[in-house]
């Protein structure tokens, strides 16, 4: 009976251990990923590239196209430090979770950090989004909100 209980002790903390170490590592969640990554990094976020690759469809003149990578950029660096930040606190959060024995207030605080800091890069990347709409014409938002809705009824 001992060995099964420890058996199972063991099968259920590799499990574990395997979906801890998987946590963000999805296709759209890398562990530095928040908001926005720079055109020389890829996946999922506020890239100058990416964003530009998303309003091709807008037939955007010249001077958008440079006002919107102006905004997106600064966008980008505006979000640095909470970006490293998070990143750090990532690394650390990984370490309270393969640690041999959890440190309940430990792991309650760092995810605190973690949400503050979300929810910070959230309002600054919604802000880069109202001024960027202030930046198209009518037809260009209502183009972009058809897209938007499309999306939204995707996911």
């Known amino acids: 009976m001992k060995n099964i209980s420890l058996l199972a002790g063991l099968l259920i903390t590799l499990v574990f251990a395997g979906y801890t170490s998987n946590l963000g590592a999805g296709p759209h969640h890398k562990e530095d990923h928040p908001f926005s990554h720079g055109d020389e990094q890829p996946g999922r976020g506020m890239s100058v590239k990416r964003v530009m690759r ?72 919604i802000n880069k989004r109202q001024q960027l709409a202030t930046l198209l014409n009518e037809e260009q938002r209502a183009t972009l909100n058809r897209i938007k809705d499309q999306r939204m009824l995707e996911h």
Do not use: F, W, Y
């Open 54 to 125: 998303h309003l091709a469809v807008l037939d955007l003149t010249e001077e958008q196209r440079a006002e919107i990578k102006t905004l997106v950029k600064a966008g980008i660096e505006e979000s640095k430090p909470q970006r490293d930040a998070l990143s750090a606190l990532h690394r650390q959060m990984k370490e309270l979770m393969h640690a041999e024995t959890a440190d309940n207030s430990a792991i309650k605080s760092l995810a605190a950090e973690i949400a503050n800091i979300k929810s910070d890069l959230m309002i600054l990347h």
